[in-house]
């Protein structure tokens, strides 16, 4: 089994591994509400993608009574 002849100095290890570094994420703003998104993704704010209505987006106050309405059903089961 062969072993390394030279030891590897701490510059070339960093050297090495910098390509191991993170990267910045690429951001896009959403062409409707202007929010910082994913690029080729659904906007998960208002839920168009190219220019058309994709999903249906519920408000976080619409989200909330839905979610106590489901909690209410479970505890009188």
């Given at each position: 089994m062969g072993l390394p002849s030279k030891r590897r100095t701490k510059q070339s290890k960093k050297e090495r591994a910098?390509?191991?570094a993170l990267?910045?994420?690429a951001l896009t703003a959403?062409?409707?509400?202007?929010?910082?998104i994913l690029p080729h993704?659904?906007?998960?704010?208002?839920g168009k993608y190219n220019g058309r209505?994709?999903?249906k987006?519920?408000?976080l106050t619409e989200r909330k009574k839905r979610r106590e309405t489901r909690?209410?059903?479970?505890?009188?089961i």
């Open positions: 910098s390509h191991f990267k910045a994420i959403c062409p409707d509400c202007k929010k910082k993704k659904v906007c998960p704010y208002c209505q994709v999903i987006v519920e408000s909690y209410e059903q479970k505890k009188n």
